[in-house]
């Protein structure tokens, strides 16, 4: 006899991360390449001397100055180790066994995933043939038993934004008991003025969420914190289901410091945007088909063509993320980083 783990598990993939390859440039995860802010590193080391003590379990202090920054009641704000936990709280907030979570495909790969561990259903929608969210198709695919949905702005790996006004359309159709979560994790790269603001939406609406990071701009990756701001009684389930604890000491001082580095941020952004079009135009000029992106990363739909792809970057010493098959996001790293993949792109045989 041996131990038995639950029957579906076996039919599931394991979440697939970006890899670090020695002596190769990482361009895989959608990390910034710049560091933490460097006003925050200094916090870091100052809160590192107070690990001995659990974290405050209910982030007070983080949770306060998101609410004010986003003029928000703080019983609105749920903190997450990672926004990725917050997806799984969600999920596990909102559905029992056989309710339905909707969300688009290809998209952000622990949708599906945590949708199963939760014991909920999975309703992929396809992307449009312009790698866009189809809207359409995702507000058709809800049924009665659907209790949640995740829209991811810009989309993850393809970069495209929803426009608000087809935002506040597909909201329109959605009924009022499914609760639709704005996945907002590359908002602080978005240029586009047209861009919904997520926040704003869930303080409009009653059955909206938007959830954010401090992995991406921020470049917190490794300390694992994120944010919903939700309705209040949502806010409140997302809590019941968290693991006690489970946003450590160092990682809510980390935020609540980079909060305050709003300059940092703006600089560090406008420079990912410049290289973001930069980066996009060269790949245009080599013959590449890239959807416009918000993100801090581009998308190429390569296809069959993907893993050669793939190969090639690595042997150039430049890790690339591929979904075989179907494409290849690469990380918008620094210039020189970026250029190091350009060179690669442009000596790839197409
Ligand atoms: N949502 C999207 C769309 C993402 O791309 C990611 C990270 N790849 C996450 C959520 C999770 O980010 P984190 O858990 O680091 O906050």
Excluded at 6 to 16: E, F, M, S, T
Excluded at 140 to 158: K, S
Excluded at 168 to 180: E, H, K, Q, T, Y
């Amino acid at each position: 006899m041996t131990v038995r783990t639950r029957a579906d598990l076996d039919q599931l993939p394991a979440y697939v991360a970006g890899r670090t390859v020695p002596g190769s440039i990482k361009l895989a995860s959608n990390e910034v390449s710049g560091g933490p802010l460097p006003s925050v590193v200094e916090a870091i080391g100052q809160a590192a001397t107070e690990v001995h003590r659990y974290p405050d379990m209910g982030t007070t202090k983080l949770t306060e100055a998101l609410a004010s920054r986003l003029h928000v009641a703080p019983e609105r704000i749920a903190v997450g180790c990672g926004s990725v936990s917050l997806c799984e709280q969600l999920v596990l907030a909102t559905c029992t066994a056989e309710d339905e979570v909707v969300f688009p495909w290809r998209s952000f790969e622990a949708y599906p995933i945590i949708t199963r561990v939760a014991g909920a259903r999975q309703v992929p929608v396809p992307l449009t043939g312009d790698h866009a969210l189809d809207l359409d198709a995702m507000a058709a695919a809800v049924t009665p038993a659907t209790r949640l949905m995740f829209v991811c702005t810009p989309n993850n790996p393809t970069g495209t934004l929803l426009r608000r006004a087809e935002l506040d359309a597909f909201l329109d159709r959605i009924p009022s008991d499914v609760l639709v979560v704005l996945d907002e994790a590359y908002w602080e790269f978005v240029t586009d003025p047209d861009a919904p603001d997520g926040v704003e939406i869930a303080r409009n609406r009653d059955n909206v969420a938007s959830m954010r990071t401090f992995s991406k701009a921020y470049g917190l990756a490794g300390l694992r914190v994120g944010y919903a701001v939700a309705p209040e009684h949502v806010a409140a389930a997302l809590r019941k289901v968290c693991i006690p604890f489970s946003v450590n000491a160092i990682a809510q001082v980390a935020a609540l410091a980079s909060l305050e580095a709003q300059d940092e941020l703006k600089a560090r952004c406008d420079s990912v945007v410049a290289e973001r079009v930069r980066v996009r135009d060269a790949l245009l000029e080599l013959g590449y088909e890239v959807p416009e992106t918000q993100a801090n990363f581009v998308w190429l739909p390569l296809g069959d063509r993907t893993q050669a792809f793939n190969e090639h970057c690595l042997e150039n010493r430049v890790v690339v993320r591929a979904f075989v098959g179907d494409g290849a996001r690469v990380t918008i790293g620094l210039p020189e980083e970026n250029d190091a993949f350009l060179a690669a792109a442009r000596t790839f045989q197409q």
